[in-house]
């Protein structure tokens, strides 16, 4: 005879739930916002850090530089607020028109030089087909060298009489210059050394952008019979007039705070013919000891650049609305 077989015990309940409701697995005291924040800790905790350096390294210092503008500042002392004394001195310095013009002259020269080179060897290592990847590590070879060690290869580079550059002139029975020691020639040498050292990362960025282009622009452009010249201005730079004009506003902005090539090479002169806005900041902070015309003058170069970065911020913006 069988037995009837007991009926399953109910699950116990859970501990504080009315009876009758259902156990729930798994489930964890504390809301969603709670469980999202646990997991998240990680990443709030170095979005935290970035925050702590950016502010005791980027934003304290800038501030601080602000408000020693209108100070007569002595280091370990304090300052003595001097109101807009500090912008009428040194706006009334004659190595200020110098300065300035030094920087603005170099950043034009670094356009028409150092702006039009990287693309076209960005164009000629894009019709590569062989040895690609070597000659794209010896265009780069130059960024990877420290700025200071770059600067002193080429000083002895420049160098009048034991130099490379007039002994290559020399070979070739042509006349000699003094390069870095000339007062018409300095500027010049200094936007060569800044192209050469900074043209491997610009190269690789206008490479990305023409590797980019459908094939089939070009193939429609050789079928209308279009020569390599009309190529490039009909397809590629309408193409790449973004990275163009964002690489064109980047190179603006680091130019105009120049100061590695004229501290190291030239020293400022021959002259006064290559000191720069930056490298006269240097001068009054630490040769001058007058912190707050440093700051002044910092505080200029600082209102010229955020029009640029304004502008730069703008394109990218309405860019990324239209993509």
Same mark, same amino acid.
């Given at each position: 005879?069988k037995?009837?077989?007991?009926p399953?015990?109910?699950?116990?309940?859970?501990?504080g739930?009315p009876e009758?409701?259902?156990r729930?697995?798994?489930r964890?005291?504390?809301?969603?916002w709670r469980?999202?924040?646990?997991?998240?800790?990680?990443?709030?905790?170095?979005?935290i850090?970035?925050?702590?350096?950016?502010?005791?390294?980027?934003?304290?210092?800038?501030?601080?530089a602000?408000v020693?503008?209108?100070?007569?500042?002595?280091?370990?002392?304090?300052g003595e607020?001097?109101?807009?004394?500090?912008f009428?001195?040194?706006f009334?310095?004659?190595?200020?028109?110098?300065?300035?013009r030094?920087?603005?002259?170099?950043t034009?020269?670094a356009?028409l030089?150092?702006?039009?080179?990287?693309?076209l060897?960005?164009?000629?290592?894009?019709?590569?087909?062989?040895?690609k990847?070597?000659?794209?590590?010896?265009v780069?070879?130059?960024?990877?060298?420290?700025?200071?060690?770059?600067a002193?290869?080429?000083k002895?580079?420049?160098?009048?009489?034991?130099?490379l550059?007039?002994?290559?002139?020399r070979f070739?029975?042509?006349?000699?210059?003094?390069?870095? *020691?000339?007062?018409? !020639?300095? &500027?010049?040498?200094l936007v060569?050394? %800044?192209?050469?050292? /900074?043209?491997? $990362?610009?190269?690789?960025?206008?490479l990305?952008?023409?590797?980019?282009?459908?094939?089939?622009?070009?193939?429609?452009a050789?079928?209308?019979?279009?020569?390599?010249?009309?190529?490039?201005?009909?397809?590629?730079i309408?193409?790449?007039?973004f990275?163009i004009?964002?690489?064109?506003?980047?190179?603006?902005?680091?130019?105009?705070?120049v100061?590695t090539?004229?501290?190291?090479?030239?020293?400022?002169?021959?002259? *006064?013919a290559t000191v !720069?806005? &930056?490298y006269l900041?240097y001068?009054? %902070?630490?040769?001058y /000891?007058?912190? $707050?015309g440093?700051c002044?003058?910092?505080?200029m170069?600082?209102?010229?650049?955020s029009?640029?970065?304004?502008?730069?911020?703008?394109?990218?913006?309405s860019?990324?609305?239209?993509a």
């Open positions: 005879m037995t009837a077989s007991k399953a015990a109910p699950p116990p309940a859970v501990l739930a009758g409701e259902p729930r697995a798994g964890r005291p504390g809301g969603p469980r999202r924040l646990a997991e998240q800790s990680r990443a709030y905790a170095f979005l850090g970035g925050l702590l350096c950016f502010a005791l390294f980027s934003w304290y210092p800038a501030i601080r602000v020693i503008a209108f100070q007569k500042y002595t280091p370990g002392s304090g607020w001097v109101g807009a004394a500090n009428t001195r040194v009334h310095d004659p190595e200020f028109s110098a300065a300035w030094n920087t603005l002259t170099f034009l020269l356009l030089i150092g702006f039009a080179v990287p693309f060897m960005a164009l000629v290592l894009n019709e590569l087909r062989h040895a990847a070597f000659f794209r590590v010896v780069y070879l130059p960024v990877m060298i420290p700025p200071v060690v770059s002193l290869l080429w002895w580079f420049y160098d009048p009489g034991a130099g550059a007039n002994a290559a002139l070739a029975h042509l006349p000699t210059s003094n390069w870095s *020691n000339g007062a018409d !020639t300095a &500027l010049v040498s060569i050394v %800044a192209t050469w050292a /900074n043209l491997g $990362g610009t190269v690789l960025i206008y990305a952008a023409l590797q980019s282009i459908p094939g089939e622009l070009y193939e429609a050789e079928l209308d019979g279009a020569n390599i010249w009309q190529r490039v201005r009909h397809v590629t309408p193409q790449t007039r990275v004009l964002m690489l064109m506003l980047l190179q603006i902005i680091a130019t105009m705070q100061f090539e004229p501290f190291v090479i030239t020293g400022g002169g021959p002259e *006064n !720069t806005v &930056l900041i001068k009054y %902070a630490f040769l /000891n007058d912190f $707050g440093a002044a003058l910092s505080v170069l600082l209102l010229l650049l029009v640029f970065s304004a502008v730069y911020l703008r394109l990218t913006r860019t990324g609305e239209d």
